[in-house]
């Protein structure tokens, strides 16, 4: 997660390291939208790593949760999107060693049946909700016990502003349905 777990609204998005559609969510949009943020929101990502498409996905998104064991995910994140034309395994291992990864832990977490779980998971959830393409994202308001009761649901290439429009509504809904707030 990014941004205030407190925030009354949450941006879920699912997404492929591999997608251009979601790259330019990661490089362009996301980056402006967390300056726009101001406390109102906090951003989930989840993985959908679509591999029928994009064969090296599910290997970035291992990387990407083998980064976040050594609490550098964003980082990871980041570059995965910038470098998501070459993501064999030299490349993913050459990221790690650039945001100073313990070499051997990442190796190692690259091949963990566990971290694969997790990801299969993700991928199972999406599936759940009838999500099949990237970037995916649901919009909804933080319950206060970790679950998001969503509100919108839209995907592909949409500008920040679209984002911003989006939050403001759901956070206007719940105020006009919750006196007070």
Known sequence: MRGDPAAPVAVIVYSDFQCPFSARFATQVQPRLEELADGKLFLAFRHLPLETLHPAAFRAATAAECAREQDKF?????????????????KLLELADGIGLDPKKFAGCLDDVEVNQTLRRDVQKAGSYLINGTPTFLVGLSTGDGNVEVKRRFSGAVPVEFIQRVVDEVLAASSERTPGM
């Open 74 to 90: 964003w980082e990871m994140h980041d570059l995965l999107f910038e470098h998501r034309q070459s993501l064999e395994d030299s």
